[in-house]
């Protein structure tokens, strides 16, 4: 089998996906796009998330983090390690929220550049797919994404405030 051989391999649980998740993290070559409703329980915080994508994003100044949730408020007061990454590389990662009329979208996915990605059937449905070497399908949930990117606005800033 080559290394471009197409691969989907069936999730059965959270923990599944989140190990998914790392993997598509680290075979992010330039784009990776999340989208979950929040990003609770699923990784985000821990340190080997945190180490995948911060050598992700100092790998080259043109690599781009792109993270979509209907609600901000996890990544922005319980996951510190994303806030850290965000400030770090500000220009290089931007953290978005959806509007109201997008918050029916149940169906969490992430993409990395063209060719790979994880998805779950619902927020509330534990059981997913992770797909190596599928252009066809990654383009297409890229698509979604980039259409629900261009209607969100910015949930989380990497400018602190303060005196």
Not at 46 to 62: D, H, W
Request: aromatic letters at 12%; one cysteine or more.
């Amino acid at each position: 089998m080559s290394d471009d051989t197409l691969q989907h391999t069936k999730l059965n649980g959270i923990a599944d996906y989140t190990d998914a998740l790392d993997s598509l993290c680290k075979l992010a070559q330039h784009n990776l796009y999340l989208f979950d409703k929040d990003f609770d329980g699923l990784g985000f915080n821990a340190e080997a998330r945190y180490e995948i994508l911060s050598r992700f994003l100092l790998a080259n100044p043109a690599h781009r983090l792109f993270v979509l949730a209907h609600d901000t408020r996890y990544l922005s007061t319980l996951c510190p390690r994303m806030m850290a990454l965000l400030h770090q590389f500000g220009s290089g990662m931007s953290i978005y929220q959806t509007p109201k009329n997008l918050q029916q979208i149940t169906e969490p996915f992430a993409v990395a550049d063209d060719s790979h990605y994880v998805r779950r059937f619902h927020f509330d449905d534990p059981r997913g797919i992770f797909a190596q070497h599928d252009p066809e399908n990654a383009r297409a949930l890229k698509s979604r994404f980039m259409e629900m990117w261009s209607t969100s606005h910015p949930g989380v800033s990497s400018v602190k405030l303060g005196l």
